[in-house]
């Protein structure tokens, strides 16, 4: 397949051109494809790419080609779990001062607690949270564009790289409870639920792992106290020199990718989660020339033809995650959208799973 056919010539419109990832992580998908057979050179050829692209320790490149090179590494090495084996080899190293933060802290729960906020020193994926419970470690991943997650690729990758890191630090596989994607099931799930070892939720609204707690607590034997301060300091100037301004309308986006399913996808809630009022948001867009309604509308004709197209959810489970009460009301948008019903246009554009 041709990068055309892949559609990586062009970075798609909703990649930031801003959002960059650490070279260590091209590198690591360059060596992962060697390892399965793939040439190094030929896919940094086909991407127009340097051979020695992910060398320069320091040098940042854009997310659009670590998403074109995951997408097309993939296709290569004919491995749809091609993600899930970079967490396999993974190595504290292949994530810079996130790396080292692992290495010299207590355990697993401080070193999440450094990972989350200093995230951008890494890469501009998305945002993390975590929630913490008496038994458990709940951990979610929130893309900062839907591109991100068109393929299963970028959750397998963060995902089993979170495994990855606790077993190369923590001398432990830190086995989640439950496991919870964006993406549909796959044909064959052997290596995921080997990877997780876990009950694997699909075609879920968010993507989010809970790990038991006792996992996270458990000593690092290389804790460093002194080490980890040092790290700190350069984690942090790393984060503040790679840290994002999202636009309003880019912050619009993201909160309603999360409000939607919850039914509070309006400009009250929006405004609301962003803590700022309805007036001041509307003025933000108007100044970006946006309007609520049309990222709105954009946002869930996005995710509808996403769900109709590469998942197997039902039409009603689609309109209640995109915050319709009914079918009717989704399947009317919808025919205003592109003059089908949702199932007509899935007969037409379904991708064979």
């Known amino acids: 397949m041709s990068t055309s056919e892949l559609n990586i010539a062009t970075p798609p419109p909703d990649i930031d051109p801003e959002w960059t990832t650490a070279s260590y992580y091209i590198n690591s998908v360059l060596s992962t494809a060697e390892s399965l057979g793939v040439s190094r050179r030929e896919l940094c050829k086909d991407l127009n790419l340097p051979e020695d692209c992910g060398d320069d320790p320091e040098k940042r490149l854009p997310m659009s080609t670590l998403i074109a090179l995951l997408e097309l590494a993939a296709l290569r090495t004919k491995n749809p779990d091609f993600a899930l084996i970079i967490g396999q080899q993974t190595q504290p190293q292949n994530h810079g001062v996130l790396g080292m933060l692992g290495l010299c802290a207590t355990n697993m729960l401080e070193a999440f607690k450094l990972w989350i906020p200093f995230r951008y020193a890494l890469m501009h994926s998305g945002n993390s949270n975590m929630i913490e419970t008496k038994d458990t470690i709940r951990v979610i991943w929130e893309p900062l564009c839907l591109r991100y997650i068109e393929q299963r690729y970028m959750v397998d990758l963060i995902f089993s790289n979170w495994i990855g890191l606790g077993e190369q630090i923590y001398t432990h596989k830190p086995e989640p409870i439950e496991v919870y994607v964006t993406y549909p099931e796959p044909t064959d799930i052997r290596l995921l639920k080997k990877r997780f070892g876990a009950v694997i939720h699909f075609n879920q609204p968010h993507n989010e792992i809970v790990f038991p707690r006792t996992s996270f607590e458990k000593s690092n034997p290389q804790h460093n106290p002194d080490m980890l301060r040092l790290m700190k300091e350069y984690a942090q100037k790393a984060h503040e020199s790679q840290e994002l301004t999202l ?107």
């Open 247 to 353: 636009t309003c309308s880019q912050q619009v986006t993201l909160a309603l990718v999360d409000l939607l399913p919850k039914r509070r996808g309006t400009i009250t809630y929006v405004a609301e989660s962003l803590s700022m009022t309805e007036r001041t948001l509307q003025r933000r867009l108007t100044e970006e020339k946006n309007a609520f309604n049309d990222l709105l509308r954009k946002l869930r004709f996005t995710q509808a033809v996403q769900g109709l197209t590469a998942t197997q959810q039902s039409v009603t489970d689609i309109a209640l995650s995109l915050g319709y009460n009914d079918t009717g009301s989704f399947t009317k948008a919808f025919k205003q959208w592109t003059e089908l019903s949702p199932t007509e246009y899935r007969h037409r554009n379904a991708i064979k799973l």
